[in-house]
Nanobody, 124 residues
């Protein structure tokens, strides 16, 4: 059974940092590109970042470029998202998700597995 379990969320002040983790199991983690997606209250899901199987290629939404860093440890079957200089509008539920291989990672309908999400709240 495929499982994606996020952790590391919490409350942080504007300008602060958090590191999210996603523990994967039930599939060959190193064979899949992985992504982070977030959903703010009352809004649709927003793709945040993607990393390729080996970790050597990463892409980011313009809104987080230069502040967020996606990474992975294939030996530990874990995906990470380091978030710096957080803004209040980035309060959201953050999900790790697995896109169907070969699909456009910006098309969220092409993701076959999602975690349950971890809440990030940015507030003073």
């Amino acid at each position: 059974e495929v499982q994606l379990v996020e952790s590391g969320g919490g409350m942080v002040q504007p300008g602060g940092s958090l590191r999210l983790s996603c523990a994967a199991s039930g599939f060959f983690f190193s064979n899949y590109d992985m992504t982070w997606v977030r959903q703010a209250p009352g809004k649709g899901p927003e793709w945040v970042s993607v990393i390729n199987t080996g970790g050597g290629r990463t892409y980011y939404a313009d809104s987080v470029k230069g502040r967020f860093t996606i990474s992975r440890d294939n030996a530990k079957n874990t995906l990470y998202l380091q978030m710096n200089s957080l803004k209040p509008e980035e309060t959201a539920l953050y999900y790790c998700a697995r896109p169907v291989p070969g699909s456009d990672y910006s098309d969220l309908s092409r993701y076959d597995y999602w975690g349950q999400g971890t809440q990030v709240t940015v507030s003073s």
